[in-house]
T-cell receptor
Framework: EAGVVQSPRYKIIEKKQPVAFWCNPI?????LYWYRQNLGQGPELLIR????????DSQLPKDRFSAERLKGVDSTLKIQPAELGDSAVYLC??????????????FGAGTRLSVL | DAKTTQPPSMDCAEGRAANLPCNHS???????VYWYRQIHSQGPQYIIH???NNETNEMASLIITEDRKSSTLILPHATLRDTAVYYC???????????FGKGTRLHILP
């Protein structure tokens, strides 16, 4: 079974430029997450989707960040315009419920963004 | 904020058991203890979880104290590939949110 696939793995842009990250979750997983991970820190949730609906976007900086999951499968996270402080690793994860005793998130390898 | 406290780093000799502690003194009755790890340049990887009983799988064992205020992740025979940051997380299973702390950076020494 294929895992969570993210692209690109690395992206270098100049500040004020736009950038987009793509994520394809594990087949059949209805919940999709975007996280941001700063150097030396744990990942922080940006947005969570249940199918195509964003059910938790409280931590998403909405002035410059946007996300979509139009058909409830793959998802895109966009930053426009990028700022120096946006340099980080952007992680995508997916999950599906297997009863009440298990709710495991599976993560992609992430996209490392460097804003110059 | 993360509900757990972990040492920032630990060393373990290759082939020995690695015991990673975690304090979660404010854990509530319906919260599970989950462990993930993150190897360099990869996303976090699920290891194991438990509620109150000790758990074992092919990767590790999880020992939860009787009062559930702390737990220990045990890697029985550590290898160099176990070098990673290990995150201890408490969460309700009906809650899809994971709040990561800074974790423990485990160095396996040859």
């Amino acid at each position: 079974e294929a895992g969570v696939v993210q692209s690109p793995r690395y992206k270098i842009i100049e500040k004020k430029q736009p950038v987009a990250f793509w994520c394809n979750p594990i087949s059949g997983h209805n919940t999709l997450y975007w996280y941001r991970q700063n150097l030396g820190q744990g990942p922080e949730l940006l947005i969570r989707y249940e199918n195509e609906e964003a059910v938790d976007d409280s931590q998403l900086p909405k002035d410059r960040f946007s996300a979509e999951r139009l058909k409830g499968v793959d998802s895109t996270l966009k930053i426009q315009p990028a700022e120096l402080g946006d340099s980080a690793v952007y992680l995508c994860a997916s999950s599906t419920r297997r009863g009440a005793a298990e709710n495991i998130q599976y993560f992609g390898a992430g996209t490392r963004l460097s804003v110059l | 904020d993360a509900k757990t406290t972990q040492p920032p780093s630990m060393d373990c000799a290759e082939g020995r058991a690695a015991n990673l502690p975690c304090n979660h003194s404010t854990i509530s009755g319906n919260e599970y203890v989950y462990w993930y790890r993150q190897i360099h340049s990869q996303g976090p990887q699920y290891i194991i979880h438990g509620l109150k009983n000790n758990e074992t799988n092919e990767m590790a064992s999880l020992i939860i104290t009787e009062d559930r205020k702390s737990s220990t992740l045990i890697l029985p025979h550590a290898t160099l590939r176990d070098t990673a940051v290990y995150y201890c997380i408490v969460r309700e299973n009906r809650d899809d949110k994971i709040i990561f702390g800074k974790g423990t950076r485990l160095h396996i020494l040859p």
